[in-house]
């Protein structure tokens, strides 16, 4: 098993950055990739981004070039940078822990508690 403990949600205004963290532990050689989802009021849990132990990432199209997303393997922390928020980030984000196949993606397998991120307009 897995275990995420998230931490650095909140409210912020639009316009303004918040930085999400998550720290594994647990059974950490059996991941190689860690990431982000978020789930809004009435919608549907979505990608945010993820990234491998080596270190490759991917990012939805909605918060490119405005979100990012890094790791510290010795830490085995992961974390997720996000500026000039949108009142259409507004969210629960979730972390999840699990692998990444060439031929299939990335797959999580473990997941956070959740942090709320709040962007007011």
């Known amino acids: 098993q897995v275990q995420l403990v998230e931490s650095g949600g909140g409210l912020v205004q639009a316009g303004g950055s918040l930085r999400l963290s998550c720290a594994a532990s647990g059974s950490i050689f059996s991941i190689n990739a860690m990431g982000w989802y978020r789930q809004a009021p009435g919608k549907q849990r979505e990608l945010v981004a993820y990234?491998?132990?080596?270190?490759?990432?991917n990012y939805a199209d909605s918060v490119k070039g405005r979100f990012t997303i890094s790791r510290d393997n010795a830490k085995n922390t992961v974390y997720l940078q996000m500026n000039s928020l949108q009142p259409a980030d507004t969210a629960v984000y979730y972390c999840?822990?699990?692998?990444?196949?060439?031929?299939?993606?990335?797959?999580?397998?473990?997941w956070g508690q959740g942090t709320q991120v709040t962007v007011s307009s």
């Open positions: 999840n822990a699990g692998n990444y196949y060439i031929t299939a993606g990335y797959g999580p397998n473990y």
């Open positions: 990234i491998t132990k080596g270190g490759s990432t």
